[in-house]
């Protein structure tokens, strides 16, 4: 019943990504930003509120969430900062050489991250925010472990 009323709110599917999968969850979140016209009509329908809920608290809290900008703003500045980095996964994640063009990418996917982060977070460059820090140390540790592979490979 609920996917029948889904479908008949959203012209696009819900999808199913594997959690191995790269960047499952940006992927996700894209989707359900794509859906979220039609999952706020479905929440607000009379054809809603005939159906019977299995756990009332859960779908109230849903349709809040659902009805409310502020959670969109979160999903928006989300997929904002995680943008630049999803498109260098992207690259990766092909079946030709793309080492030496994420190479040319790193920095500037950087740069995007922090330009997003600080203009969210109403800084200046010079500030110091933490929560990119924490960012920029996780791109670098990947970064690190790429470049390991890469070395290993051309020992090989």
Do not use: C
């Not at 706020?40 to 329908?45: A, G, K, L």
């Not at 659902?66 to 943008?83: E, G, I, P, R, S």
Request: glycine letters at 2%; zero cysteines.
């Amino acid at each position: 019943m609920r996917l029948s009323m889904f479908n008949n709110f959203n012209s696009l599917k819900l999808l199913f990504v594997a959690p191995r999968r790269f960047a499952s969850t940006i992927v996700m979140l894209k989707r359900f930003r794509s859906l979220k016209k039609g999952l706020q009509e479905m929440i607000i329908s009379d054809e809603l509120s005939f159906y019977k809920k299995d756990n009332v608290d859960s779908g109230q809290f849903v349709k809040e969430t659902l009805l409310t900008n502020n959670w969109w703003t979160k999903v928006d500045y989300k997929l904002a900062f995680t943008a630049p980095i999803y498109d260098v996964l992207k690259i990766i994640d092909t079946n030709m050489a793309s080492l030496h063009l994420v190479y040319g990418m790193w920095d500037s996917m950087i740069e995007n991250v922090k330009k997003v982060i600080y203009q969210h977070e109403m800084k200046i460059e010079a500030e110091y925010s933490s929560f990119f820090k924490v960012v920029e140390l996780i791109l670098i540790d990947h970064w690190t472990k790429i470049a390991h592979l890469f070395i290993f490979w051309l020992i090989l």
